[in-house]
T-cell receptor
Framework: AQKVTQAQTEISVVEKEDVTLDCVYE???????LFWYKQPPSGELVFLIR??????QNEISGRYSWNFQKSTSSFNFTITASQVVDSAVYFC??????????????FGKGTLLTVNP | DGGITQSPKYLFRKEGQNVTLSCEQN?????MYWYRQDPGQGLRLIYY???????QKGDIAEGYSVSREKKESFPLTVTSAQKNPTAFYLC?????????????FGPGTRLLVL
C-alpha cells in the first residue's frame, strides 16, 4: 500500500496565482515526521520543512505555508503568489520507525509544478 | 562550506561493467543513504549506513554494493547484476540516523547505459 500519496502528478499555474500541493499519508505509528522537499531542474533535493506528529500548528514561511491535519492524514503545502522560480518537483515524505533503531523515509511520487510567466 | 558532493555528475556504463558513484560529506554526519530516482517516481532507498563499517540493505539493494570505510565517504557500486541501472542517484546524510532528523541531499549522479 502506498504510504505517501501525492495525487497531483502535474500542476500548471500562471505567475502570482496561489497553488496548493496535496499530500496524504498512511501510518500506524503515533510518532512520525513529515517532510517537504523541492527538486528544481538541477536535481538536488532541497529541504523545505519538517513537522512532527504531535505538532499540528500550521506554519508559514514567507510565501510558503503548510497545513497539517491528523484527522485527515494530510500535510498540504501552499505557495502564495507563485513565481517562475517556484517551478520544480515537490516531494512529500514520511519518516516512521521500522524496527529497533532504524527508521524509514518514504517519499511520494512528487508533483511537478510549472509556473508560467 | 559544509555539504555533500557527488561525482561524477553524469556516468556512462557499458554492458557488463561495474561502475562506482562517489558520495562525500563534510558535515560530520554519522548516517548516509543512497537513493534511486526514476522518471516520474519518488525516491527509493538502496542502502544506508548509520556508522562506519556498517551498512544495511534498503528496498532495492539487488545489483548494488556499498562500503563505509570512512565517516565522510559512502561509495555506491552499480554491478553488472543490475539490469536496469539507468536512473538518477542521490546520496543523503543525517547527523545520527534518527527518525526525526532531516536528510540532506547531494546534487546527484545521472547514470546512463551505453
Amino acid at each position: 500500500a502506498q504510504k505517501v500519496t501525492q495525487a497531483q502528478t502535474e500542476i500548471s499555474v500562471v505567475e502570482k496565482e496561489d497553488v496548493t500541493l496535496d499530500c496524504v499519508y498512511e501510518t500506524r505509528d503515533t510518532t512520525y515526521y513529515l517532510f517537504w522537499y523541492k527538486q528544481p531542474p538541477s536535481g538536488e533535493l532541497v529541504f523545505l520543512i519538517r513537522r512532527n506528529s504531535f505538532d499540528e500548528q500550521n506554519e508559514i514561511s514567507g510565501r510558503y505555508s503548510w497545513n497539517f491535519q491528523k484527522s485527515t492524514s494530510s500535510f498540504n503545502f501552499t505557495i502564495t503568489a507563485s513565481q517562475v522560480v517556484d517551478s520544480a518537483v515537490y516531494f512529500c515524505a514520511l519518516s516512521e520507525p521500522s524496527g529497533g533503531s532504524n527508521y524509514k523515509l518514504t517519499f511520494g511520487k512528487g508533483t511537478l509544478l510549472t509556473v508560467n510567466p | 562550506d559544509g555539504g555533500i558532493t557527488q561525482s561524477p555528475k553524469y556516468l556512462f556504463r557499458k554492458e557488463g561493467q561495474n561502475v562506482t558513484l562517489s558520495c562525500e560529506q563534510n558535515l560530520n554526519h554519522d548516517a548516509m543513504y543512497w537513493y534511486r530516482q526514476d522518471p516520474g517516481q519518488g525516491l527509493r532507498l538502496i542502502y544506508y549506513s548509520q556508522i562506519v563499517n556498517d551498512f544495511q540493505k534498503g528496498d532495492i539493494a539487488e545489483g548494488y554494493s556499498v562500503s563505509r570505510e570512512k565517516k565522510e565517504s559512502f561509495p555506491l557500486t552499480v554491478t553488472s547484476a543490475q539490469k536496469n541501472p539507468t536512473a538518477f542517484y542521490l546520496c543523503a546524510s543525517t547527523r545520527q540516523g534518527n527518525s526525526w532528523e532531516t536528510q540532506y541531499f547531494g546534487p546527484g549522479t545521472r547514470l546512463l547505459v551505453l
